[in-house]
């Protein structure tokens, strides 16, 4: 493994079905070892990339490179990546043994070492006491584990995972989450991860793209999409945000183009916050609702705008806001986030 | 959660509509409280269901079956004709022992085999095609086209087949060019018919059965590097083997039982429905009928045991 070339590179890459362009022109570079998420809405094209990298769909334009190698035009087959699917895909007629041996036997290599080394893939997500049941004998989170088992023993560079914790009560996933990344750092390869949960995203992620209309929307760290997001989608998409048009921008924050404030970086009190770059608006809580770890509180500002404030449940904190309560709501000038000028259709303002 | 702003100020909710009038209460009447009678009483809504169907399976089908196997214990009356209801073995002993007997069924039973074998192999690959790469459009057409012979009238289709073969027919004049010919009337026009006429009820089961296997396990196996003839033997072949064997059943017994389609293309080649068929109408020989209609049923008892001993109906 040459550590220089990127483990993907997508140049171009263009996806159409019949007037529809899924993917477009997308250009990626993925590193060796990355845990690389694809985020976005259902129909953003984060599949179909996934789909064109494993082959299942060929590209109506544009090139994949595997490790510098292009193996657009190669078959699934004839391809170094390895997919846990979204229905996890377990051959219903064999047992979990083999399923996982599926792709050393077509490989050719012989039922005894086959069998050795299912066993050992089986051991790494702890179902080896499982080896001889079917998968319609599994509960969820275990198929998916055989799933991510039969797709690492044949050891690929890039393991692609389409959307594999979707069907997961939360608990579960939860706990899966923390597997996929010790699983991911133990053997040490890309994963692709395609998911239409942001705080999935978020957890797992070194790095995340953001789908949107078949093109990448933003391209970033977790911690760089929730906290610069650049477009009003992705400020709205990945966590929630309050988002401020340009006029209500101009009244409010004294600056010109969109702008977001996330929840929990608003403050509700009575008298409003002193200090520097801080403001202060009044208004009227409109709904109050408790979460457990916090509260989140609606407020019509006076001059009409709705926001969305994220109390934190500490000590100390008042927990006397109710509906009709005039308060006054506060943050900082450095939580403001620009997200340009541009202007979105279907977001009115 | 996502608040846009500028946001619609807390408006009002409008209060409910109370001007019309109020969704009428069900009525009370004769089949609503039967309704509530029958959802009260499991036992009596199950006799009602099953009542007809059980009626007719037990007493219209499986007493004629009885009848048929009972019929084959007696014998008739060489002198008046009549039905001696006799305990006897000898019809039985007949069928066994009698080398008409023997060679009839060996070559009914080869031309069944043979007629599952040819339809199993047609039907593969055209009801893969139809399951998993025909456009949903072209599927509905290869559906409808595939089903439309059985609309035709069986002796029709015969004897169109007969009119093919004959020694002037098409597949003569279609052959001839490149110095072949039609097989004439015999065994092998009887199998090329039996073929034809079979087919469809063997395309059907195996297409629907490929259409349960979910595409995402064709991919999987490819993804892990399985190439097409491993996806097909590891697969494809194990999970539709269930459907397959329901349509070789189809044109199994269906080969074993037929009589018409030998006397209209199969010259002077008899098979075990033309011997029934002889002995009730000429022969006047229902016993010796019944005996020699046990064969096919004792052949599809035994297909059916072997079939079960491999395992393939396990996944029904």
Redesign the interface.
């Known amino acids: 493994m040459t550590d220089q070339q990127p483990a993907i590179r997508l140049t171009g890459l263009t996806k159409e079905f019949g007037a529809v362009t899924a993917v477009d022109h997308v250009d990626l570079e993925i590193a060796a070892g990355e845990f690389f998420s694809m985020l976005g809405p259902s129909g953003s094209g984060k599949t179909t990339v996934l789909r064109l990298i494993?082959?299942?769909e060929q590209p109506t334009d544009g090139t994949i490179e595997l490790f510098g190698q292009d193996v657009t035009k190669r078959?699934?087959?004839d391809r170094d990546?390895?997919?846990v699917?979204?229905?996890y895909?377990?051959?219903?007629?064999m047992n979990v043994i083999d399923n996982v041996a599926?792709?050393l036997?077509?490989?050719g290599i012989g039922r005894k070492e086959r069998n050795e080394r299912a066993a050992r893939a089986l051991a790494s997500v702890r179902l080896e006491q499982l080896a001889g049941r079917k998968p319609s004998q599994l509960s969820g989170g275990q198929r998916q584990r055989v799933a991510l088992a039969?797709?690492t023993v044949?050891e690929p560079k890039v393991l692609l995972l389409d959307e594999p914790l979707g069907a997961l009560d939360l608990k579960l996933r939860e706990q899966m989450q923390v597997e996929l990344k010790e699983i991911q750092r133990d053997l040490g390869i890309t994963f692709i991860f395609v998911t239409h949960d942001q705080e999935e995203a978020l957890t797992l992620s070194d790095r995340i793209a953001v789908f949107n209309n078949g093109r990448i929307e933003q391209l970033g760290t977790p911690d760089e999409l929730y906290e610069r997001p650049t477009s009003r989608f992705v400020a709205?998409f990945v966590g929630?945000?309050?988002?401020?048009?340009h006029e209500?921008s101009v009244a409010l924050l004294g600056r010109a183009g969109h702008h977001s404030v996330r929840?929990e970086k608003m403050t509700v009190t009575h008298d409003g916050l002193d200090g520097d770059g801080v403001v202060n608006v009044h208004g009227?809580v409109?709904e109050a609702i408790y979460l457990g770890s916090g509260v989140r509180l609606?407020v019509?500002l006076d001059?009409?705008?709705?926001?969305?404030v994220l109390e934190q449940n500490v000590r100390g904190r008042a927990h006397d806001d109710e509906r009709g309560d005039r308060v006054v709501v506060s943050w900082h000038d450095d939580d403001v986030v620009p997200l340009g000028t541009e202007v979105l259709p279907g977001?009115?303002? | 959660m996502t608040t846009h702003a500028p946001a619609p100020p807390g408006a009002p909710v409008p209060a409910p509509d109370r001007t019309h009038s109020p969704v009428p209460r069900p009525r009370r009447t004769a089949a609503r409280a039967a309704s509530v009678f029958l959802s009260t009483h499991p036992r009596t809504r199950l006799a009602l269901l099953l009542g007809a169907p059980l009626f007719w399976l037990g007493v219209v089908y499986i007493v004629a079956l009885v009848l048929l196997l009972v019929t084959a214990f007696w014998t008739v009356d060489s002198f008046t004709g009549e039905i001696s209801q006799e305990w006897t073995l000898d019809n039985i002993i007949t069928v066994l022992t009698g080398s008409l007997y023997q060679t009839v069924t060996l070559r009914t039973l080869g031309v069944a085999l043979l007629v599952t074998l040819i339809d199993v192999v047609l039907a593969l690959p055209i009801a893969f095609f139809m399951a998993k790469v025909a456009t949903p459009r072209m599927q509905r057409i290869l559906v409808i086209a595939v089903l439309t012979p059985l609309w035709a009238s069986y002796l029709v289709k015969a004897y169109a087949w007969r009119s093919v073969l004959s020694q002037d027919g098409i597949l003569e004049w279609l052959v001839a060019p490149f110095g072949g010919s039609t097989p004439g009337y015999g065994l092998p026009a009887t199998i090329i018919t039996l073929s034809y006429l079979w087919l469809p009820y063997v395309i059907l089961p195996i297409y629907a059965g490929l259409e349960r296997v979910p595409d995402s396990l064709l991919e999987a196996s490819a993804d892990l590097g399985g190439r097409t003839w491993p996806t097909i033997r590891l697969v494809v072949f194990p999970l539709v083997l269930p459907a397959i064997i329901a349509g070789t059943i189809f044109s199994f017994s269906l080969s074993l039982g037929d009589y018409i389609t030998v006397n209209i293309v199969g010259g002077a080649n008899q098979m075990l429905g033309n011997l029934v068929y002889t002995n009730v109408g000429a022969a006047n020989n229902l016993p010796l009928a019944s005996a020699i209609a046990l064969i096919p049923i004792v052949i599809i008892f035994g297909y059916l045991f072997l079939v079960r001993r491999t395992g393939a109906l396990d996944n029904l």
């Open positions: 494993a082959g299942f078959a699934p087959f990546v390895n997919t699917f979204q229905d895909a377990l051959f219903p007629h599926y792709g036997r077509v490989r039969r797709a044949v709205d929630t945000s309050n988002l401020f048009d209500r929840p009227t409109v609606v019509d001059d009409g705008t709705r926001v969305t977001i009115s303002g």
